[in-house]
């Protein structure tokens, strides 16, 4: 389950999700960050550990990490072709994506890549 079920009054938190199915339904979820990587990518356990704490700062994020080979139909799904894809959407719409061969993976401040 996606939600807490306790009935306090600290929002839930929706921690990052490990994909491991072919099917992943982001209808109804207005934010999310999808990491495509792979096991054997040093990187992606960097980048997974930033999404780690981005999914606990926020309810309204859903944050989750693929691996693109084990999950090859997702992979194929998104168009990923390198791994350490970063994939934003906004429900089933794509909104912006980076891929690992970009110069700048991941920009300082708020800055985004040319492209």
């Given at each position: 389950?996606?939600?807490?079920?306790?009935?306090s009054?600290?929002p839930s938190?929706?921690p990052?999700?490990?994909?491991?199915s072919?099917?992943?339904?982001?209808?109804g979820?207005?934010?999310?960050?999808?990491l495509?990587g792979?096991?054997?990518h040093e990187?992606?356990?960097?980048?997974?550990?930033?999404?780690?704490?981005?999914?606990?700062?926020?309810d309204?994020?859903?944050?989750?990490?693929?691996?693109?080979?084990e999950?090859s139909?997702?992979?194929?799904?998104?168009?990923?072709?390198?791994?350490r894809?970063?994939?934003?959407?906004?429900?089933?719409?794509?909104?912006d994506r980076?891929d690992?061969g970009?110069?700048?993976?991941?920009?300082?401040?708020?800055?985004?890549?040319?492209?």
């Amino acid at each position: 389950s996606l939600s807490s079920s306790s009935s306090s009054s600290t929002p839930s938190i929706m921690p990052l999700v490990k994909v491991t199915s072919p099917t992943l339904d982001l209808a109804g979820k207005t934010k999310a960050v999808l990491l495509f990587g792979a096991s054997w990518h040093e990187g992606c356990y960097l980048i997974e550990a930033v999404l780690t704490a981005l999914s606990t700062t926020s309810d309204t994020i859903f944050v989750a990490s693929i691996d693109a080979e084990e999950v090859s139909e997702l992979a194929d799904k998104y168009n990923v072709t390198a791994v350490r894809t970063l994939i934003f959407s906004n429900g089933d719409t794509v909104m912006d994506r980076l891929d690992d061969g970009q110069a700048t993976f991941l920009p300082a401040g708020d800055q985004r890549p040319k492209v």
